[in-house]
């Protein structure tokens, strides 16, 4: 069973960049057909795809995020990250790792990102 987990600073400053990492455990990166998503909820509002990166290491990012968005990946780690740069409060929010898997939906517990100086 894919579990994954999400790690990163819990604070960051206004214009600063937010780093995440999300560790796969049972099951690779690599495999085919594989599409890994950074999800973020922030508060009282619904849940915001920001984007995936694919088994090949192509991406797909949010329209309203885009400019501002790097997904990549570390094979050697298993690990995917995420880099959300020009922060403003208005990103403050819990960003999640999600991967589905035809009727598997699995879900990291989410990390809280706060931006505030």
């Known amino acids: 069973q894919v579990q994954l987990q999400e790690s990163g600073p819990g604070l960051v400053k206004p214009s600063q960049t937010i780093s995440l990492t999300c560790t796969i455990s049972g099951g690779s990166i690599l495999a085919d057909y594989h599409y890994w998503h950074w999800i973020r909820q922030p508060p009282g509002k619904g849940l915001e795809w920001i984007g995936y990166?694919?088994?090949?290491?192509?991406?797909w990012y949010s329209s309203s995020l885009k400019s501002r968005t790097s997904i990549a990946r570390d094979t050697s780690k298993n690990q995917m990250t995420l880099q959300l740069s020009s922060v403003t409060p208005e990103d403050t929010a819990v960003y999640y790792c999600?991967?589905?898997?035809?009727?598997?939906?699995?879900w990291g517990q989410g990390t809280q990102v706060t931006v505030s100086s």
């Open positions: 990166i694919t088994y090949r290491g192509s991406t």
């Open positions: 999600r991967f589905v898997d035809g009727p598997n939906d699995y």
